[in-house]
């Protein structure tokens, strides 16, 4: 008498039988990691809202790793006419809750280099939200900003 193809069948159907239990999709903690196009930002300052972003013929990048952050801003007409210009900076940051601190080490702006800000993050969907101070007593520069990325698809 065999007996292995009556086990088999037997375990076969045995797992076909067994219940599963689903269990719904928990909500992911949303990564800031990747790359981020600036949507839309502006600065408060002495009470006065400017808006600064969008701006004609120019776009500005954040990317973001596991430990370090740098953005680029440049003209899309390559360097020619009224909108010439290209900004970047670079550093590493803490993220603790939506406590969000950038230590900025590299700046085209040499005078911003090794300062800290602190901001608030809010990520939803595919859009992040940072406000908080920039405040460098020594250039007089205090002042809040709020900017919207949108998350790359890419």
Known sequence: MTLKPAVLL????ATQCTSKTEIPDQPKE???VGTWHL???QIIEKGDTKKTFPVKDQEMIKQITD???????H?????KGDTAIFDAGAGTYTLKGDDYTENLQYCNYREWENHQFHF????NGDTLVQTGFEKIDSLGIDREIREVY?????
């Open 67 to 73: 430990t370090h952050f740098s953005f680029m801003k």
């Open 39 to 41: 949507h839309s930002s």
């Open 150 to 154: 949108v998350k790359s698809k890419l």
């Open 120 to 123: 608030k993050l809010r990520i």
């Open 75 to 79: 003209d899309t007409r390559q360097g």
């Open 10 to 13: 037997l375990l076969a159907f």
């Open 30 to 32: 949303q990564s800031i």
